[in-house]
């Protein structure tokens, strides 16, 4: 019977310890986002709208003036190694970090921290395919004459020429036809993970919607709504398709100031997003993204957002697309329906 229960016993230590063991290393896995107190409120963000360097300034300045102490915490507990990783977001005027329970714990009793959440995870918004945009001999797809693209560019002149386009996806091909020269060349790629320095897309989907955007008519056909616009690309999604809100801030950042000098004017003018979380979560908003829309907005920065492709039933959207501060965008087919692949913003037939 003694050594019935010391069995016991040590199974029972084993298991307090296996649960130990576990929760550790999630937490070194898992991405925290520590949100400091202050911030650059959404008045003085009004009151500044239009002029993006005092913007960026704003941001960054807050960040440099309310982080420092943050950060040597952080840097201190990663020389004892309780913390993986850490970075700097001055965009919301956050750190992300990885760490252990204790760091995580004494973070979120830190007077200068507002809050601590788990980063959640974002999805890409894959396209669900129903016919090809290409007929043969066709100078354009359906989809640009769907929305009169031929008639803006013979009336009005206007081929996004000086606009600058970003495109937060799973990166670009730049060697395609259709997309040569349309990459900038110097701050136009951005990996937040570090791990890719050249441009490559290793799904295809970043491709795709970069020639819907900017793509010319190597086939003969024309494929872009923008052929003389510029992109600028921040590939989210890496090899495994995952994703974090870290990371998305990460890219938003970037699309704001690629060269990290905020008396440069080398962000995006509109940015296209197909990622989002898995459900709509209207009408509330995560505060992180909210921020960092809020902050794209101040800077004259226009959010496009895919919505997802699982409607037509009410509330089938994705959210930061369904935040009102960002134009969702849904689906149609070549006969205007609103299929099983498309939703409208508002999340209603």
């Known amino acids: ?12 230590l084993a298991a307090v310890a296996v649960v130990w063991v576990g929760l550790m290393a999630q937490s070194r896995e898992t991405t925290y986002i520590v949100l400091l107190r202050e911030k650059v409120s959404p008045s003085a963000l009004i009151a500044m709208k239009g002029n993006r360097v005092a913007v960026k300034r704003a941001l960054m300045e807050t960040a440099k003036r309310t982080q420092p102490p943050l950060l040597a915490r952080l840097q201190q507990w990663q020389q004892e190694g309780k913390v993986q990783h850490f970075h700097s977001l001055w965009i919301v005027n956050a750190v992300s970090v990885r760490a252990t329970p204790e760091v995580i714990e004494a973070l979120k009793r830190d007077p200068l921290v507002e809050k601590v959440i788990q980063a959640r995870p974002v999805r890409l918004v894959r396209p669900i395919r129903l016919q090809s945009g290409i007929r043969p001999r066709q ?20 081929q996004g020429a000086n606009v600058t386009v970003g495109v937060i996806d799973t990166g670009i091909a730049a060697d395609h036809p259709d997309l040569l020269g349309k990459l ?28 819907t955007i900017a793509g010319g008519n190597a086939s003969g056909t024309y494929i872009g709504v923008a052929p003389q616009a510029t992109l600028i690309v921040a590939q989210l999604f ?5 994703a974090t809100e870290d990371a998305a801030l990460a890219c938003m950042q970037w699309m704001m100031d690629p060269d990290g000098d905020p008396n440069t004017n080398d962000g995006a003018d509109v940015v296209n997003n197909s990622w989002g979380y898995l459900y709509s979560h209207a009408p509330n908003m995560y505060d992180p993204i909210k921020d960092a829309l809020n902050a794209w907005i101040a800077a004259n920065i226009v959010p496009v957002f895919a919505i997802g492709n699982e409607g037509p039933s009410p509330r089938t959207t994705r959210s930061p697309g369904d935040y009102p501060m ?12 609103i299929s099983v692949v498309a939703v409208l913003s508002s999340g209603k037939e």
């Open 238 to 242: 890496n090899e495994d398709g995952q």
């Open 326 to 337: 960002a134009l969702g965008v849904g689906a149609t087919d070549s006969n205007d329906n």
């Open 184 to 211: 900038r060349p110097v701050n136009g790629w951005f990996d937040p993970y570090g791990d890719t320095p050249s441009p490559l897309d290793w799904h295809g989907h970043g491709t795709h919607v970069s020639g």
């Open 1 to 12: 019977m003694r050594a019935k229960r010391l069995v016991v016993l040590l199974v029972g």
């Open 139 to 158: 100078a354009f797809t359906w989809g640009l004459e769907k929305i009169r693209v031929p008639e803006v560019w013979n009336t009005f002149g206007i």
